[in-house]
Structure formats: C-alpha cells, structure tokens
C-alpha cells in the first residue's frame, strides 16, 4: 500500500492486542507511531515490544477520559496526519442485570473517549492547515445485537453515527473520517470474554461462517488500508471485517 510511509499515526488503547497490532502494522509501511494508553509505561511493556517489533513506537500515558491530556498528547505530535481512536472497554452482562456504574463506564471510555480523542485531533488538523483521517475501531455488534453486551452494542452505533457527522461536517478541511469494523477478535476483550464466560464460547462456536476468529493483524491490516493512499475516497464510511459474523449464519 502506498502512502503510509512517514505519516504521524497516533493510536489510542494502544497498549492492548488490537492496539498492539495495528502500531507494528503501520510501522512496518514506515508510519512514526505513537501509542496512548492509560496503563503505565511498565505495564504497557508487553504490548510495546509487540508493536515494536518492526521499529520504534512511541509511547504516552492517556486515559481518554481525560480531555486535558488527550488535546496535550496529540498536541505533542508533529506531524500529526492519521489518528485512530481504538480504546474501549466491555463488560459483559444481561441487560436486566447492568448497573448505572457499568453503563456509565461505557459511555465514559467508548463513546466520550472516542468524541474526547475525534474532536481533539480534528482542532489540530484544522489549526495546523493540513488535511487528515480519523479512524475509530467500531465493531460489526454497532449493526446487530449481540446477547449480554448490550452496553458495548450502543457505544460502537454511537460511535459510527459519530463518524458520519464528523465526516460531513469536516471535509472542507480535507479530513476523513471512517470506521473499521472487526468480528470476533482472538485477542483482547474477546478473548478474554472466550475464556472467561462459557456461555460466550459456546455463542460463537456456529456463528462464524468463514470458520475461524479473526486475528488481530487481520484487523490491523484493514485499518492499514483506511491509512493508505487506497482509500483516499472514502470517508464516513464503516470497513465491515467481520468473517461473515452479520450475515447470520444459521445451524442448517
């Protein structure tokens, strides 16, 4: 793919697989990465060596709850040209049984940290006279329900209208705005969820009609993609990767 080479890429909830995955991705095409993540650099360590495993990541301790430190971090990076807002949380629970705290921590860090990092990357772009794209990790549960994630399910539609508004409303300014969509990940919260909740396991064991769970660097190529020079027309749009996982798959 062209046109990766030399971007400043930042990407949020960077020190998890997904986030990982997507920095060693773009470093790899020869992107300057920065990752952002709430964890302290020690914790973080495990995931930076992965995304450093093609050269260097930088790195910085965000919570993107905390606007302050989401516009001085981006602000920091120079250049600036992609920014991906990845960070995200899941809690699973029948919708019966979610809390106010469990909804709250939802909207606070999927949906307010998406809005948190979009707007303070887009001031940037605009105050620095030069175009750019927006990127946020959605899910393909932004489009059908999923049991138990009921939560989940409304941040990731929150944040794909979010891209649409923002695709409209900043593309005078020459930035674009898209989502990339993912299935159902062999990494991160996923993955925990396969392991940790039976019921989870036994959900997605049919569900898949290309047969497999979808890796992280599968997901970190497609975001690549929406990077490149390959997709310099799209904006507002959502990459579905999701093995088939909306198409429904049926026992027979």
């Excluded at 060693?24 to 973080?44: F, I, N, S, Y």
């Excluded at 629970?93 to 887009?122: K, M």
């Amino acid at each position: 793919m062209e046109g990766i080479g030399g971007l400043g890429i930042a990407i949020t909830g960077g020190a998890g697989d997904i986030g990982a995955a997507m920095g060693a991705e773009l470093a790899r095409q020869g992107a300057r990465v920065t990752l952002l993540d709430r964890k302290p650099e020690a914790e973080a360590a495990p995931w930076l060596e992965r995304a450093g495993a093609h050269g260097p990541v930088a790195y910085a301790q965000v919570d993107v709850r905390d606007r302050a430190a989401v516009d001085a971090a981006l602000g920091a990076i120079e250049p600036l040209d992609v920014v991906i807002a990845n960070a995200g949380i899941v809690q699973s629970a029948p919708f019966l049984e979610i809390t106010a705290a469990q909804w709250r921590d939802h909207l606070d860090v999927n949906l307010s940290g998406a809005f948190n990092t979009g707007q303070a990357a887009a001031r940037l772009m605009v105050a620095r006279g030069r175009p750019g794209r927006i990127l946020f990790t959605g899910s393909w549960v932004q489009e059908v329900p999923w049991p138990e994630i009921a939560a989940y399910s409304a941040t990731k539609a929150g944040i794909r209208m979010l891209a649409r508004t923002m695709a409209r409303e900043l593309a005078p300014h020459k930035i674009l705005v898209n989502v990339v969509a993912p299935g159902i990940v062999d990494a991160g919260l996923a993955r925990h969820q396969r392991e940790t909740e039976p019921q989870y396991a036994r959900r997605i064991a049919g569900v898949i009609p290309l047969g497999e769970l979808q890796s992280a660097e599968q997901v970190a190529r497609a975001t690549a993609f929406l990077c490149s020079d390959a997709a310099d027309y799209m904006t507002g749009a959502t990459l579905l990767v999701d093995g088939g996982c909306s198409l429904f798959q049926f026992g027979e």
